[in-house]
Every structure is written in structure tokens, then in C-alpha cells.
């Protein structure tokens, strides 16, 4: 192994964040470091703080304490568009598009922000190849599947060109087909010291696309590391089936 | 089918802008002064098209700023002003208020039907204010504000060092209304009025791509309330008397109503956000849509 990468080299760095709601614990005491160029997963069952998590890491939500640094910059007060602006490109758990406008207009805001400013044509072209929606361009979002409506999300944050992408579950609600080519879009966003975060609950889809994993249960950090090492430990398995002795001892 | 009516399209504008100006020709005066206030009306129209339509902003503080142009322009007109003054305050005076009221509403986040309430709200409060200023020593300059009463004698527009009579004033309002129409169907058509739609289809996937939603609905708002002035000031000058009438909602829906019938395209998107942030609807709901077909 290498030594280890400085904050600022890094694509996450957080320090003993945490969010509270009243009396409730969300995020409690997380340390997370994602290096640039890392495809990493945060799992955890429902109620683990990862949606929490992933909401703070975008500016959706303050921290109660603790310190965030996106892509070398603390973020703390920083806006959901000062936070974009860094080189993040984020999916929203609920499918986040402009119903009222079309694949190619929905496409060309986003491309409006590309971090290199390129031409906006070229760059709707290319992600509309990489997404194979050609065909539907012209189509309103409101008026397309489900899948459809994801991939175009997915290829609004591809146009930014990223150098974080945060996906929070991008394949709920999908066919397996669709989920299988979900996959094979996320792992073809890699490159160029692009760091990828996905927060997902479909294992199977996890052990398809990540090398590394983060699980969170509540709200802490309870395993980090290689994928398989982590999903075959038994005290994430227990978490998992419910069974939490390991957990609380 | 759709190519046959695109080609027209451009054939039944040209008619349609022949007709709003030859109508002058053509009716008495008396048609012509009312045709008059339905053209400045249109304009004040356009803005609440611009700022509840493309932009889904619920402000029901057009009103506010078509009031505080007229006020704007009948102050500064009697008190001796050139026209071109009195305009160009007819269009800052609105334009700095959007800008104070519209700061604290963007940028404190109030969006939806609170949005509403407050401009509403702001428009209830200016018009007792005016209400109250009765006395003579409420006056700016020479001019008594005149409280409920209002300001008479309200001079016409001068161009050129000419006074324009009513037939002059309805050209003028209807060059003024093509021009606004013009200008707007470019900005929702630039970029800055692709990504107003955006926002306005969903806020948060804007701002996550890196647009600062706050700024450009102050934009938008200051755009309209620009455009409320200007008609305010054509309302104020066509009549030669504004009174607080003008500030109170009732305008606003004369406004909204002129709208929905003038541009029911532009506001389809506005009634359709408007009717999601009352109800709690979803984009999805069968039945609204999301914002057809605006004029993009």
C-alpha cells in the first residue's frame, strides 16, 4: 500500500461528522476518506444514516459537528450550487429531472456547467451515445419510463463532467436488465481521477460494480474495506438478517 | 400536420401585429382609449407570465410594482420631469423593491404558496399605506400624494417634445407590448431562460448541477417587476390619474386573468406548479401536467 493520501488529495475527507435531529443520532462520528479515482459503496439496512450522510456530503444538509472537505475545499456552509460547482456531480435517491422539458434541453443545462466549458452540443451528443437515448431526445422527461428518467439523470451529471460523482441508490426501482445496464454505465463514468460514491442496497448490484465498501450502521462506521472481506463478515451479515448481538456487545 | 402550422406561424404574428396597430385606424377613440388600457394591461400580463409561468415563481406582488411605476411616474411627471425621467423611474423605482422584497424571499428560501402570502401580503400593506398619506403634508416635491383620493392631472408622455394625444399613446403601448413580447421570447429562449425553466421544473437537480436557483429567480423577479412598472407608467399617464387602486390584488387578477386568455401557454406550467405546491401533488399526477409546451 501506498502511504497515506493527504486531505486535500483526497476526494472525501470527513472528520467525526455528525447529524443530529433533536435527540436522534443520524450520522454519528463518521470518518470517511474516498481517494480521487475510487469507486466506493456505502451499504447499510434502512435507518443507517446513509441517506443522511450522502445529504450532507451535498450541501442538503448542515452537520451538527464535525468537518467535510469535497475534492480539497472544507465545505461547512457551503451552498448545494457552491458544493456542484467543486467538480460534483450528484443523483438524488428520488429521480430529480425537469419533467417539463425535453431529454436534449434537460441535457443542455447540464451541460452548461461543464467544468471545462466545452461547447454545449458536442457535449449533449456525446452523453446521449453514452446513454443511447438518441432516440427519445426530443421526448419530454415527464413522459418517459422510469429507467429512462434515471439514465438521464445519470447522464445530466455526466455532462458536468464530475470529478466526484454521489449516486444515491441509482438502480431502485429497476429491471434487472435495467440495473445490469446501470452498472455498465457507472463503471464506464470511471477515469480521469474521477471518484465515484454509490449508496446502495441492492447487494448484488454492490459486489458487481464496487472494489471497496463502507458500511454504516447507526449512523457509524462498522466495516470498511474490500468488498468481499466485508459482506462475508458475519457481523455485517447479522446486520443485515436482523440479528444484532454482535452489534450492541 | 405541425410543419403546415409552423409555416404559418410566422404569416399570422405579422397579421396579428398589422392588426393591433391598424386597429387605430380604424375604431373611434372611445374604442381606442379602452383598447388602450387591455394593451397596457398585456404588458403588465407578460410579466406575470414571465415571472409565475416560465419561471413558477407564485407572486402576487405584480401588482406592487405596476403600482409603484405609476406612483413612480405621476410623481416625477408633475413634478416637472422629462418623460424620459419619469419613465426611467417608473422602471427602477419597481426594479429596487423586487430587488429588497425579492433578496429576503429567494435568498431566505420561501418558495410555493408562502411566496404568495407574502407578496399578497406586501400588496395589501403598500395600498393602505397609500390609503393613509391623505394630508397635505404628505406630498414629494410639489406633488400631494392624495391618499385614497389619489393623483389627478397625471401628464401625458412627451416624445420628442411633443405630447402624445390618445391615438399616439395606444401606438406607443402597442410597440411597447410587441417589444416586451420580443424581448422575453428571446430570454426564455437563452440560456439564463433555460435554466429559469429548469429551476422551476426542479429546483434541487438545478442547484445540484451548480445554478444558484436564489439569483436567478431575483433575476426573473426584477425582469418582471420592470416590466409591471413600464405598464404601470402607461396606465398612469393613459388615464392621467393613478390612485392605491392600482396596488391591491384585483389589478393582479385582472392581470392573471388577461394572461391566462392573452398566453394561456406561458401560464399552463405556472397554474400547474402552483396547483402542485397547494395540493402536495406530485410531478407525476395524472391529469397535470408538468409544464407543457411553454413557450421555449
Redesign the interface.
Known amino acids: 500500500m501506498s502511504a497515506p493520501a493527504s486531505p486535500q488529495d483526497l476526494a472525501i475527507h470527513t472528520e467525526d461528522l455528525s447529524v443530529r435531529f433533536g435527540g436522534v443520532v443520524a450520522v454519528d462520528r463518521v470518518n470517511l476518506s474516498v481517494a480521487r479515482g475510487e469507486l466506493r459503496c456505502l451499504i447499510g439496512p434502512n435507518g443507517a444514516g446513509k441517506s443522511t450522510l450522502f445529504k450532507t456530503l ?1 450541501g ?1 444538509q448542515a452537520p451538527s459537528a464535525g468537518r467535510v472537505r469535497i475534492l480539497g475545499r472544507e465545505v461547512n456552509g457551503f ?3 457552491e458544493i ?2 467543486l467538480g460534483v ?2 443523483k ?1 435517491q428520488v429521480s ?6 425535453t431529454v436534449d ?2 441535457l ?3 451541460a ?2 461543464h467544468r471545462a466549458r466545452r461547447p454545449v452540443g458536442s457535449v449533449v451528443d456525446e452523453v446521449l451515445d453514452q446513454l443511447r437515448l438518441g432516440a427519445v431526445r426530443r421526448r ?1 422527461l ?1 413522459a418517459l419510463s422510469h429507467g429512462q428518467r434515471q439514465w438521464v ?1 445519470l447522464g ?1 451529471v455526466l455532462a ?1 463532467d464530475p470529478r466526484l460523482v454521489l449516486l444515491d441508490e441509482p438502480v431502485a426501482g429497476m429491471s434487472e436488465e435495467e440495473t445490469a445496464r446501470t452498472a455498465e454505465l457507472i463503471l464506464s463514468m470511471r477515469g480521469a481521477g474521477r471518484a465515484i460514491v454509490v449508496v446502495e442496497h441492492d447487494m448484488r448490484f454492490v459486489r458487481r460494480i464496487a472494489e471497496r465498501v463502507t458500511v454504516l450502521h447507526r449512523g457509524a462506521v462498522l466495516r470498511d474495506g474490500a468488498v468481499d472481506a466485508v459482506l462475508a463478515d458475519p457481523v455485517v451479515r447479522d446486520v443485515y438478517l436482523g440479528r444484532e448481538e454482535h452489534v450492541r456487545a | 400536420m405541425s410543419a403546415r402550422i409552423a409555416g404559418f406561424k410566422p404569416l399570422a404574428w405579422a397579421l396579428a401585429v398589422v392588426a393591433l396597430f391598424g386597429v387605430a385606424w380604424l375604431v373611434d377613440l372611445a374604442t381606442l382609449v379602452t383598447l388602450n388600457v387591455y394593451v397596457i394591461l398585456s404588458i403588465l400580463a407578460l410579466s406575470m407570465a414571465l415571472v409565475w409561468g416560465v419561471a413558477g415563481i407564485f407572486s402576487f406582488g405584480q401588482s406592487v410594482f405596476f403600482g409603484l411605476g405609476a406612483y413612480a411616474y405621476a410623481v416625477l411627471a408633475l413634478n416637472g420631469q422629462g418623460s424620459a425621467i419619469a419613465l426611467g423611474a417608473a422602471l427602477l423605482l419597481p426594479v429596487a423593491g423586487a430587488a429588497l422584497m425579492g433578496y429576503f424571499l429567494f435568498y431566505g428560501r420561501i418558495s410555493d404558496v408562502y411566496l404568495g402570502v407574502i407578496t399578497l401580503t406586501a400588496s395589501l400593506i403598500l395600498f393602505h399605506l397609500v390609503n393613509t398619506v391623505s394630508g397635505s403634508d404628505f406630498r414629494l416635491g410639489a406633488v400631494a400624494l392624495g391618499g385614497y383620493n389619489g393623483i389627478p392631472g397625471v401628464p401625458p408622455i412627451a416624445l420628442f417634445g411633443q405630447e402624445l394625444d390618445f391615438a399616439q399613446l395606444y401606438l406607443l403601448s402597442a410597440a411597447l407590448l410587441v417589444l416586451v413580447y420580443a424581448g422575453l421570447k428571446g430570454l426564455v429562449r437563452s ?1 439564463f431562460g ?2 429559469v ?2 429551476i ?3 429546483e ?10 436564489r439569483a436567478h429567480k431575483l433575476g426573473v423577479f426584477v425582469i418582471g417587476a420592470a416590466i409591471a412598472g413600464l405598464a404601470g407608467a402607461l396606465h398612469a399617464a393613459w388615464g392621467g390619474f393613478v390612485g392605491p387602486d392600482v396596488l391591491p390584488t384585483w389589478c393582479w387578477a385582472r392581470s392573471s386573468c388577461c394572461a391566462c386568455c392573452c398566453c394561456p401557454r406561458a401560464c399552463c ?1 405556472g397554474c400547474a406548479s402552483a396547483y402542485r405546491a397547494a395540493t402536495g401533488a406530485p ?2 399526477r395524472p391529469g397535470i ?4 409546451g ?1 413557450p ?1
Open positions: 451535498t442538503q451552498e448545494r450550487h456542484a460547482r456531480g450528484v438524488t430529480s429531472v425537469f419533467d417539463g422539458l434541453a434537460s443542455r443545462v447540464a452548461g456547467r419530454q415527464g439523470e445530466m458536468t | 440560456r433555460q435554466v425553466a429548469a422551476r421544473e426542479h434541487l437537480r438545478a442547484e445540484l448541477l451548480g445554478y444558484d436557483a406550467p410531478h407525476e401536467p408538468a409544464g407543457p411553454h421555449h
